[in-house]
């Protein structure tokens, strides 16, 4: 079945950096755009930075915009982001997003489960 799992969230002071991971499963990753997203408290989700199957394309939300990277890597499964220059306002969970993928049952999107990061000092 389709996977996505996060990882490397964690508390980070502002101003730091911090990493994040996301492995897919299941389906022909190299083929699929991805996304990040994100929610932090009392607020709805939003779209953090979203990437083309072959990584040439890359689009960030205003806010993250030249302190953020995405970035994947295809042989791995994987997406990452790069996030540098962490506000308070970067406090939320971050979701892998698969958007669009084609299965069986047409179009699917899919979402991993989540990786908490706080921005904090």
């Known amino acids: 079945q389709v996977q996505l799992v996060e990882s490397g969230g964690g508390l980070v002071q502002p101003g730091g950096s911090l990493t994040l991971s996301c492995v897919a499963s299941?389906?022909?990753?190299?083929?699929?755009?991805m996304s990040w997203y994100r929610q932090a408290p009392g607020k709805e989700r939003e779209l953090v930075a979203s990437?083309?199957?072959?990584?040439?394309?890359?689009n960030y939300a205003g806010s993250v915009k030249g302190r953020f990277t995405i970035s994947r890597d295809n042989a791995k499964n994987r997406i990452y982001l790069q996030m540098n220059s962490l506000k308070p306002d970067g406090t939320a969970v971050y979701y892998c997003?698969?958007?669009?993928?084609?299965?069986?049952?047409?179009?699917?999107?899919?979402w991993g489960q989540g990786t908490q990061v706080t921005v904090s000092s």
């Open positions: 299941g389906f022909t990753f190299s083929v699929y755009s």
């Open positions: 990437i083309t199957r072959a990584g040439d394309v890359t």
């Open positions: 997003q698969a958007p669009a993928v084609l299965t069986r049952y047409g179009f699917t999107e899919y």
